[in-house]
């Protein structure tokens, strides 16, 4: 019996061995000598090679006047536009072939946020994988400040814009670009004779009316506008932080400081094929940064 109970303490003894080491290595992550297993890193929530793009917004996304009199040009656009001398975002990030094959231009000559739901719905049908947005001037250039959008009405909308995106698409990644600065267009523009006398013809009125006036009523008028557009652009970016696949660009494209070679000579308001070359600039350099504009 005494051997018997010695030789049951002894295995007791080594089976206990056993168990502590086994608790030792599950404790320690692995045996002695043996690296921790290593994770996979997440994967980063923002693609900077997006393979397929669908452009919304206004005239400026559509090329309008940056070829001919009264058009549309949407090969000079700066977001999916073909033409060599623009180097569209589409041409730099899928190259040519991809941007004839995987872009697509669903922006309309004077559309307002209002519609941007709509051309959203459109652009969901071809799931995209970067989505640009640029609207907003039609909202501040009206017949009037009291026609303007009013801002609660723009997030708003912009807001059921996201909304549709998120419903198809809820990956999709979003580049958003901020309002042109109306006030500087009105300063760099009126130093043209002929661009004044295409302004009388009803080219963003609240603004551009009566463009040599400078009495207290048209500077408060113009100065009125302007703080409407800033107040789009904080709305702009205050939507778009609320989603991590959006990205604003910072205020880049309202603080670029163009001057008369980036304007439509038909009109000193769109841009020119230049001026989308620009445009084409902001928009590469926020898609492809490694961090957000802030």
Not at 85 to 112: C, I
Not at 263 to 273: A, G
Request: with cysteine.
């Amino acid at each position: 019996m005494r051997n018997r109970s010695h030789r049951f303490r002894a295995v007791a003894a080594v089976a206990a061995a056993v168990v502590l080491g086994l608790a030792g290595c599950d404790a320690s992550g692995g045996g002695r000598g043996t690296a921790p297993s290593s994770r996979p890193s997440p994967k980063p929530v923002w693609n900077r090679s997006p393979d397929s793009i669908a452009a919304v917004g206004d005239s400026i996304t559509r090329g309008f006047d940056a070829c001919t009199v009264l058009s549309d040009c949407p090969q000079v656009s700066w977001a999916t536009g073909t033409d060599t001398a623009v180097d569209s975002l589409a041409v730099r990030l899928l190259g040519a072939t991809g941007a004839a094959e995987r872009s697509w231009n669903y922006a309309v000559t004077g559309a307002r946020m209002a519609d941007l739901a709509g051309q959203v719905a459109q652009a969901v049908q071809r799931r995209p994988e970067l989505v640009t947005v640029m609207v907003g001037a039609n909202d501040a250039c009206r017949s009037s400040t009291s026609a303007m959008t009013p801002v609660g009405d723009f997030r708003e909308q912009f807001e059921d814009a996201m909304a549709v995106l998120r419903r198809s698409l809820p990956k999709a990644q979003v580049y958003v670009s901020s309002v042109p600065n109306l006030m500087r267009l009105w300063s760099e523009g009126r130093t043209s004779a002929l661009g004044k006398q295409v302004w009388k013809l009803g080219i963003c009125p609240s603004m551009l009316g009566n463009a040599d006036a400078l009495d207290a009523a048209s500077t408060q008028r113009r100065a009125t506008v302007q703080s409407r557009v800033e107040e789009y652009n904080r709305a702009l970016k205050e939507v778009c932080a609320k989603d991590r696949r959006c990205r604003f660009d910072g205020n880049a494209v309202f603080d670029y400081r163009f001057g008369p070679a980036q304007l439509s000579p038909w009109d000193w308001f769109h841009p020119s094929r230049n001026g989308q070359a620009r445009l084409a600039e902001i928009a590469y350099r926020a898609v492809t940064a490694e961090d957000p504009v802030t």
